[in-house]
């Protein structure tokens, strides 16, 4: 079992900045990737980020591509999204995601419990 939970959702500005932190635990050893996904009221679950744990390779939507960065931490098995520039169609429940395979479209096998992040203009 992996254990993920994320803090660092709030409500800020439009055009401002956030930064999201995720914590696992548990058996991470099979789990080659970390990432993040967002759901928006009335809208499915899309991919926002993701970030190879071995290479630090990183990986990105296009409509979050050049505004969000995503960044991990091996030693306190951390990953973090920092979301700059940001618009109200941010506005979305943000989970945090571990799965064995690296690939925007590789489905993850952990999610967190999410983080609310709200853009207001």
């Known amino acids: 079992q992996v254990q993920l939970v994320e803090s660092g959702g709030g409500l800020v500005q439009a055009g401002g900045s956030l930064r999201l932190s995720c914590a696992a635990s548990?058996?991470?050893?099979?789990?080659?990737?970390m990432g993040w996904f967002r759901q928006a009221p009335g809208k499915e679950r899309e991919f926002v980020a993701g970030?190879?744990?071995?290479?630090?390779?990183?990986y990105y939507a296009e409509s979050v591509q050049g505004r969000f960065t995503i960044s991990g931490d091996d030693a306190k098995n951390t990953v973090y999204l920092k979301m700059d520039s940001l618009k109200r169609e941010d506005t979305a429940v943000y989970y945090c995601?571990?799965?064995?395979?690296?690939?925007?479209?590789?489905?993850?096998?952990?999610w967190g419990q999410g983080t609310q992040v709200t853009v207001s203009s």
């Open positions: 995601t571990a799965a064995r395979w690296a690939g925007r479209n590789s489905a993850p096998d952990y």
């Open positions: 970030i190879s744990r071995f290479g630090g390779i990183s």
């Open positions: 548990g058996r991470l050893m099979n789990m080659n990737a």
